[in-house]
């Protein structure tokens, strides 16, 4: 199997750990669906939108990768000094980022949603890798896109990169603003002990 293969599976299996097990293992245990991206007209079915943007386009770059190689060669190369070691860094951060989210998602528990959901009430969770970074998952994700990066410098890899950062950047502001409405002080508290990412 070519690299693109590898990153292929490896993307398709941080899919999996990330949205595809949780939803179904909090979907069995609660019977309410945690999947909660709306397709409003307001900021937060923008960011929705976005998001879902961006993992489609990573999936069809992998496709465009696997399919049609001479056109995957075409993508605006960066040519990055040291580039074997940056690649092998950036393999080792997509399985640190893997592991990081299947923990941060078990520690999360039946409070794990994919959105917001104001619906439902969940209990605030600060331990474990949430008392390291109040945004572990989405961490884990920024390390994907720039292990991506790292792996194939390019420049559809680096707009991935430069795209998905940013609409995580309001995804994860939006989810505060309810946090706090939705546990108060608490949160307040939990703020000013945990830093937003690291």
Not at 102 to 123: E, F, H, N, P
Request: some cysteine; overall charge positive; hydrophobic content about 50%.
């Amino acid at each position: 199997m070519n690299e693109t293969g590898w990153l292929t599976g490896v993307f398709t299996l941080y899919f999996v750990a990330a949205f595809l097990v949780p939803t179904v293992r909090v979907w069995r245990s609660t019977g309410r669906n945690p999947y909660v991206l709306p397709s409003a007209d307001d900021a937060y079915g923008f960011v929705s939108r976005a998001m879902k943007c961006v993992i489609a386009g990573l999936f069809a770059y992998f496709t465009v990768r696997l399919l049609w190689p001479a056109v995957g060669m075409q993508m605006g190369a960066l040519h990055l000094p040291a580039a074997a070691t940056l690649a092998r860094a950036g393999w080792a951060a997509l399985a640190v980022a893997i592991c990081w989210t299947v923990t941060a998602q078990y520690q999360m528990g039946l409070s794990w949603r994919i959105g917001i959901d104001r619906k439902t009430g969940t209990a605030l969770v600060t331990s474990g890798l949430f008392g390291w970074s109040r945004n572990p998952i989405f961490l884990a994700m920024r390390v994907c896109l720039g292990a991506l990066v790292l792996v194939q410098p390019n420049a559809v890899t680096l707009a991935f990169f430069l795209a998905g950062d940013l609409v995580m950047q309001f995804q994860v502001r939006l989810e505060e603003d309810f946090l706090r409405q939705q546990h108060g002080p608490a949160y307040e508290q939990y703020c000013a002990r945990v830093r937003r990412w690291l």
